[in-house]
């Protein structure tokens, strides 16, 4: 059974289709990209997983639970975690004080625990939320308020934020955009060490480097619709997927 | 720790300064303090709301609920002040609930426009509904406030009153905002999406600060109303629920010191112009300078002047003779 499946996933704004007949699947423990030229869907695609719009038709079964139009957090609760585009963060709060909100999913969210605790945090979720900066290379800036973190540490902070909520399925989105070559490779290792940890991944990225190194399986959209899937070198040799990036204007005959 | 304790340091000498206004001060300074008291439970009690990110405009609408309803109990019913008083709380947060559940999913101006809205019905309510209210002719005849069996007759006793239901007011907000309810509150109000991502029910958040906001407002109403002993409508208007927010912004935001010395500061400077239409201009110039010149309040005062002090210090002295 694949941990996340899509059957006939589909969003309408207004006329428009952005999201059309999307059959998607992830399998536990894979890295799958999904790519595709701008307005292709990717991130109404992320919106619709995540539980941010309705899908207009379609299902999202989520671990053999259909998920279909639940709200945000009781996705997130489920263990389907996702990250946003760009720096979407606390940016009046230090960069553990963001962890740990990260954690607030599995620390219990009753309300007589909200209320009388009596500390912001107890010891050990202040432990692991360490921990979470410690894999992603921020322990040193723990302290620190966020929006003072260059880009770079602020975008990793995010995906700190989404581990410390342990997620079984991860979705990023555009994860590197606007860093160097250095820190997107950074950025990828670590998302393979996530993987490692047992959590399964499902990113949006327009970094092609980046998408075909570290994905095992790929999905191609164009303007909502599925065009390719495969593994990088099937999908970056199908003639497809470069007229959808490249366009047709040559006669190649 | 050396701030903190400069801080407790400050807060006792404010509250033994407090507790001696009656000595040292007339009647009058025990009236305007008590009142200055009411404003600074109503601008605390806006916090929860607005560091979620709400703008309430409505805050008076509850207050008025509280008082009314507190009011009527005791004058009509003889019930004693501290049942009347949670009974105007409750009231005032069963309609809070009543009036946010359907109004959470509305953000920013809408939202803001829904508690206008809000405003004006309720004092429309107090105004049309003559049988209980006594309409515009105003609710007087309010019995002093009769606590555990004892009448505080004195205005200075219902000045102690005031303190005391201040404090205790202020020690409750300020637990919840230090704990971890506060800090996601804090998240739903700089990034709402991303508390949601991370499992936070944004809705129910937004409800529970919002009703906070209202039993404490109707704890304000309830004060007032036995300790002014009369009540008109017009007085629970726009114009009240706008000065509310006006203490947290001249105040500052970005800490809870900031509702208090917002409501303390405005109260006492507005008040030769109370109920005049000059007060409507005090208000718009003391937000107005705020905006310009001090977007975090008076609470970073301080830190500008220092920060001024610096620059001076730092910038070459001009010679007298150019």
């Known amino acids: 059974m694949p941990l996340l499946e899509t059957r006939d996933l589909t969003r309408h704004f207004g006329g428009l289709a952005a999201v059309n007949h999307v059959d998607l699947t992830v399998e536990k423990g894979e890295i799958v990209g999904l790519i595709g030229p701008n307005g292709a869907g990717k991130t109404t695609c992320f919106n619709l997983l995540s539980g941010f719009l309705r899908p207009t038709a379609g299902s999202i079964v989520f671990d053999g639970e259909n998920i279909t139009g639940l709200r945000p957090h009781q996705i997130a609760a489920r263990g389907l975690v996702r990250t946003f585009q760009l720096t979407t963060l606390f940016q009046e709060m230090t960069a553990l004080q963001n962890v740990l909100l990260g954690l607030h999913l599995h620390s219990g969210t009753g309300l007589r625990q909200l209320l009388f605790s009596r500390r912001d945090f107890p010891p050990d979720e202040i432990a692991r939320g360490r921990e979470a900066l410690e894999l992603t290379g921020l322990a040193a800036h723990a302290d620190q308020l966020t929006k003072n973190l260059p880009h770079g540490h602020q975008r990793v902070l995010g995906i700190a934020m989404a581990l410390a909520a342990r997620p079984r399925l991860l979705l990023l989105d555009e994860p590197v955009t606007g860093m160097n070559l250095d820190e997107s490779g950074r950025v990828m290792d670590l998302v393979k060490t996530i993987r490692g940890h047992g959590t399964t991944i499902l990113l949006v990225e327009h970094n092609m480097k980046a998408v075909m190194g570290t994905c095992e399986r790929i999905v191609v959209l164009n303007f909502g619709q599925k065009l390719a899937e495969g593994t990088p070198d099937e999908v970056s040799t199908s003639r497809d997927v470069i007229q959808a990036y490249l366009g047709t204007g040559v006669n190649h005959a | ?322």
């Open chain 2, 1 to 322: 720790m050396r701030r903190r304790a400069g801080v407790l340091g400050v807060l006792a000498i404010l509250v033994v300064l407090a507790l001696l206004v009656p000595q040292l001060g007339g009647d009058y300074y025990v009236h305007i303090f008590a009142l200055v008291f009411t404003n600074v439970i109503l601008a605390a009690s806006l916090r929860p709301s607005l560091t979620c990110g709400q703008l309430n405009i409505g805050h008076s609408a509850f207050m008025s609920i509280g008082a009314y309803t507190s009011a009527l109990l005791a004058k009509n019913l003889a019930v004693p002040f501290e049942l009347s008083l949670l009974g105007g709380a409750v009231l005032a947060t069963l309609v809070g609930v009543v009036i946010g559940y359907p109004s959470l999913r509305l953000r920013g101006v809408y939202f803001a426009m829904v508690t206008v809205a809000f405003v004006e019905v309720i004092r429309l309510i107090a105004q049309l509904w003559v049988s209980l209210t006594r309409g515009m002719s105003g609710l007087s005849g309010i019995p002093k406030p009769n606590l555990l069996g004892m009448t505080l007759t004195t205005k200075a006793s219902q000045y102690y009153l005031g303190l005391a239901l201040m404090l205790i007011v202020l020690l409750i907000l300020w637990k919840l905002e230090k704990s971890r309810l506060g800090l996601i509150w804090k998240s739903i109000g700089m990034a709402d999406n991303l508390a949601q991502s991370l499992g936070v029910d944004i809705a129910r958040h937004k409800l529970l600060a919002f009703m906070l906001g209202c039993f404490f407002a109707g704890v304000a109403g309830a004060f007032y109303a036995h300790f002014i002993r009369f009540l008109f409508p017009p007085e629970f208007g726009f114009l009240m629920a706008t000065n509310i927010l006006v203490y947290n912004y001249v105040g500052g935001r970005g800490h809870f010191v900031g509702a208090i010395v917002g409501a303390i500061f405005l109260s006492l400077l507005s008040e030769p112009f109370r109920g005049s239409p000059y007060e409507t201009i005090f208000f718009s110039i003391a937000m107005l300078l705020t905006i310009l010149f001090l977007p975090g309040g008076l609470i970073t005062l301080p830190e500008k002047l220092a920060g001024l002090r610096r620059w001076r210090a730092a910038a070459p002295t001009p010679s007298p003779a150019a």
